[in-house]
């Protein structure tokens, strides 16, 4: 089993930057693809990024050109940088382990307990 830690939410100014991290156990992390996902109160949760074992990435329409999303195997560690912020990004954000096909589209097998972003206008 894997417990994923997310850290580094809070508050910030709309321009303004965070830098979100997941902290991972277990010594499979580098045979993972990772993933981040947000959840705003009436919205379902919607994925944000994910990198593969190999490095490659990719984001949603809404982040692309504005976060960044690495991983450091060493640490067990994925990161979420985010620049540029708006206030949609206001939502809770989550970590995410493990990809897989469920039959209708790529999901996690772990997850962590979310952290708050809050972006002001």
């Known amino acids: 089993q894997v417990q994923l830690v997310e850290s580094g939410g809070g508050l910030v100014q709309a321009g303004g930057s965070l830098r979100l991290s997941c902290a991972a156990s277990?010594?499979?992390?580098?045979?993972?693809?990772m993933g981040w996902y947000r959840q705003a109160p009436e919205n379902e949760r919607e994925p944000v990024a994910t990198?593969?074992?190999?490095?490659?990435?990719n984001y949603s329409d809404s982040v692309k050109g504005r976060f960044t999303i690495s991983r450091d195997n060493a640490k067990k560690t994925v990161y979420l940088h985010m620049n540029s912020l708006k206030p949609e990004d206001t939502a809770v954000y989550y970590c995410?382990?493990?990809?897989?096909?469920?039959?209708?589209?790529?999901?996690?097998?772990?997850w962590g307990q979310g952290t708050q972003v809050t972006v002001s206008s």
């Open positions: 995410a382990a493990d990809r897989y096909w469920n039959g209708y589209s790529y999901w996690y097998r772990y």
């Open positions: 990198i593969t074992t190999g490095g490659d990435t």
């Open positions: 277990g010594s499979m992390f580098s045979r993972y693809a």
